[in-house]
């Protein structure tokens, strides 16, 4: 039977495995540069910067799911965005995808939050598959991304952070 659970700090080398073998399958295990460490100091203390399930099966890790929160200015809503939902080859086609995906979906309902995530346009089976669970494909828009060193390139001189 699996158990789907809020990871604990005890658990975090295996959500950092996993990460590293969802890395792999797209061939971007050298942009992975998340230790257990900064996993433990990011998702526990004070200010949790992300919050994640592990879908367990007699003890072994099956799966997972990491969310962060946000908000929706047009809809005047929390939002949780689901940055990341994986299931180990082994285990797929067996429903532990859908499992994760509603323990996100309750705990999102829960904080009175929306969800929101990407799937890459390419993966058909994952668009139909979200679709399936009664999501909005909204494959018209775009995502940017900008890592820090590309902010301070572009501010340049203008860089000033003051927080």
């Not at 158990?3 to 950092?16: A, G, K």
């Not at 939902?85 to 009175?112: D, T, Y």
């Amino acid at each position: 039977m699996i158990e789907i659970r809020p990871v604990s700090p005890q658990e975090v080398q295996q959500l950092h495995s996993m990460i590293l073998e969802s890395a792999e399958e797209f061939s971007a295990r050298n942009e992975v540069s998340v230790s257990p460490e900064k996993l433990l100091a990011d998702g526990f203390g004070p200010h949790p910067a992300f919050q994640a399930v592990i879908g367990w099966d007699v003890g072994a890790p099956v799966g997972f799911a990491l969310w962060f929160p946000m908000y929706s200015a047009w809809k005047g809503r929390r939002s949780v965005y689901m940055e990341d939902l994986f299931v180990r080859p082994f285990w797929r086609k067996r429903g532990i995808a859908k499992l994760i995906f509603r323990e996100v979906e309750q705990l999102a309902l829960k904080n009175a939050s929306n969800l929101a995530w990407e799937c890459d346009r390419d993966r058909l089976d994952l668009r139909h598959f979200f679709v399936s669970m009664g999501a909005i494909d909204r494959s018209n828009k775009i995502s940017f991304y900008m890592e820090e060193a590309d902010m301070r390139s572009h501010l340049g001189d203008e860089v000033q952070v003051t927080i």
